[in-house]
């Protein structure tokens, strides 16, 4: 990927249609934003813990691409997010929500600048070019993304502890679900983004469409197809299989078995299907575990979605590697 944060930062500060495009692009994010928002409250609802938090994922690539615009782009979501919260029928304590002002107020921008403290020093930081293929880029990317997750896990149950929501004793065990979580909905959404949508934002923002990819577009379709079918596909006999036999119980340990789609996607589609699979793949595995009721089961399903955007983030940066060392030997040649 190129070096997208300075270069869209510096778009940004351009008049008339780029603003224009830009607020676009806002309005999107913000609807974006509260519908992964909601789809993670609607499975605490119903009982059942959400494996992930796709939210956590937005805000990654929103503060890593925008930064300071990016920032309050974020304060303006988790605003919004306040706010539905007291006019939703969702299963909240409101005297927690409501307790003080200086409470609420720093339970809207502590986990927003948790994540801004790792990724605008970053951004600043990091002038190569963004870029998966590079074992050291993906590494440093879990390691951002675990320092974020856990500031932002640290801040949160710090509140809840203060305002008597949590014991310490309990604080124990929601640390953990929450810093997860988080991570979880980083690994699997921000290279999705990184990869293919962060690329086409500067275009966009400069003429106003997104590129055209001529032939390669037309190949790009169709191995998004046939990487949807071969999910879809995997997820069915995965889990119709043990359903049909009865075991359910042992669900985690099979669901380990999908590392071998996700790899011969990665390995003959590369990156850009890589990161695709992985995302319908958690995106299955959350359904699934809410369908079938697999909450006790919850940590082992997290371990098998760390693992599936793990192998799908390395191998399929390694055979986009591979791929850009062929074509560049093919035009030497």
């Not at 494996?51 to 615009?69: D, E, K, S, T, V």
């Not at 309050?72 to 306040?82: Q, S, V």
């Not at 119709?240 to 390995?267: K, N, Q, R, T, Y």
Request: net charge positive.
């Amino acid at each position: 990927m190129n070096n997208q944060p300075d270069r869209v930062s510096t778009v940004l500060l351009l008049p008339s249609g780029q603003r224009r495009r830009f607020l676009l692009l806002c309005c999107v994010y913000l609807v974006l934003w509260q519908v992964t928002w909601l789809s993670a409250s609607l499975l605490d609802r119903h009982g059942i813990v959400s494996p992930w938090y796709l939210p956590a994922g937005l805000r990654f690539c929103c503060l890593l691409i925008f930064g300071w615009r990016g920032l309050l782009l974020e304060l303006t979501a988790d605003l919004l997010c306040g706010l539905l919260q007291f006019t939703l029928p969702i299963d909240r304590a409101t005297v927690f929500l409501s307790d003080k002002p200086s409470w609420l107020f720093y339970g809207w921008v502590a986990p927003v600048l948790a994540y801004a403290a790792v990724l605008l020093p970053l951004r600043r930081w990091m002038r190569d070019a963004w870029d998966f293929t590079r074992p050291a880029h993906s590494a440093l990317f879990l390691v951002v993304a675990l320092a974020a997750s856990t500031l932002a896990a640290l801040a949160g149950t710090f509140r809840m502890v203060y305002t008597d929501f949590l014991t310490l004793a309990q604080w124990s065990s929601i640390l953990p679900v929450w810093l997860i979580g988080d991570f979880i909905g980083i690994l699997t959404l921000a290279p999705l983004l990184l990869v293919r949508v962060a690329p086409g934002l500067q275009h966009y923002l400069q003429q106003g469409r997104w590129p055209r990819q001529h032939q390669s577009g037309v190949a790009n379709g169709s191995a998004d197809l046939r990487t949807t079918l071969i999910v879809l596909l995997a997820l069915l006999l995965v889990f119709g299989i043990p359903w049909s036999l009865e075991l359910i119980p042992h669900f985690p340990l099979i669901a380990l078995l999908l590392l071998l789609p996700l790899a011969w996607v990665a390995l003959n589609y590369g990156l850009r299907s890589a990161v695709l699979a992985v995302l319908l793949l958690d995106s299955g595995l959350v359904l699934l575990i809410a369908l079938f009721d697999q909450r006790d089961h919850s940590l082992q399903y997290q371990f098998v979605m760390i693992a599936i955007a793990l192998v799908g983030l390395w191998l399929g940066g390694a055979v986009e590697a591979r791929n850009r060392i062929m074509a560049r030997y093919r035009d030497f040649a």
